[in-house]
Each structure stands twice: as C-alpha cells, then as structure tokens.
C-alpha cells in the first residue's frame, strides 16, 4: 500500500522557518524522484520541488533560495527546509512522485501558514 504522511507544518510570522517531513511507504523514495507540491485556497496544487534519487534537484522560481529539499532513503522521508518565509507561501502542503505514477495516492497534507 502507497502512502505518504506529511507533517511540521504550522503558523509562523512572515520571514519565519519551518521543517516539513514526509514519510513514504515502502522503498518509494530511494527509487522515484520525490516532490513537494502545495495547494492554496482556491487554486490549483502546484510543484515546488524535486529531488532525484541521485540527489539533484530543481526549485520552482517562486521558492528558489528559500526553500531546500533533502531526502533520507534509509528512513524514506523526504524534507522540505522552508526559510525566509511570505504570506503567499501559505497552503496546504503535500508530497508525491511527480508524473501521476502515484496520482491516487495523495496524503492529507500538511497546513503551512505565513502570517504578516
């Protein structure tokens, strides 16, 4: 069974930090590129970042020198490190494998909200 826990989100003030974890079932994240993708209210869900299983990884625009993704293949957790926080990086926020292999697989999230 496929399963991803998200969790450490929280209320922080604007410029705050946090550390979201997720955990993934199986050997999921030592095989597959992992991604941390978010959803606002009101819009659609949409990718901030990607590590491959080789370690490189790739930043959405909007998160680049804020945010850092690692991962821990022998725990099967992914991390997000999220720095230098905005009100606009408030959203519901979620891992998974990016390309829809595991479309029906989606957690419950993790709330991060920034305020000002």
């Known amino acids: 069974q496929v399963q991803f826990v998200e969790s450490g989100g929280g209320l922080v003030q604007s410029g705050g930090s946090l550390r979201l974890s997720c955990a993934a079932s199986s050997s999921i994240v030592s095989i597959y590129t992992m991604g941390w993708y978010r959803q606002a209210s009101g819009k659609q869900r949409e990718l901030v970042a990607s590590?491959?299983?080789?370690?490189?990884?790739r930043y959405a625009d909007f998160v680049k020198g804020r945010f850092t993704i690692s991962r821990d293949n022998a725990k099967n957790t992914v991390f997000l490190q999220m720095n230098s926080l905005k009100p606009e990086d408030t959203a519901l926020y979620y891992c998974n494998v990016p390309g829809g292999v595991f479309a029906n697989h989606w957690g419950q999230g993790t709330q991060v909200t920034v305020s000002s």
């Open positions: 590590i491959t299983s080789g370690g490189s990884t």
